[in-house]
């Protein structure tokens, strides 16, 4: 396994190691790691949480696309009753 690789294992089971709920194989490893690759995992935790959540910019355009739909309906609203209005006229 290569350096890149490792890091990537390491950073994954991170959260639980620090829980200890890693077997005992797993933490051994984790131990013999940490030193190497703390740093990264440290400064990904303070990363992510900066981050905004993954599910944000989903709901985001959801609300975008309700507020669309709702300002569409209105204008047909108004289209239908104008027309009504004009025709009676």
């Excluded at 740093?39 to 993954?54: H, I, M, Q, T, V």
């Amino acid at each position: 396994m290569n350096h890149k690789e490792k890091a990537s294992v390491f950073l994954d089971l991170y959260d639980l190691y620090k829980e200890g709920e890693l077997e005992d194989e797993s933490m051994e490893w984790m131990r013999q790691q940490e030193p190497l690759f703390q740093k990264n995992a440290e400064g990904l935790k303070s990363e992510s949480c900066s981050k905004r959540s993954p599910g944000a910019e989903e709901e985001s355009q959801i609300r975008h696309m309700k507020v669309y739909l709702s300002a569409m309906y209105i204008c047909f609203i108004l289209l239908a009753i104008w027309m009504t209005v004009w025709f009676y006229f």
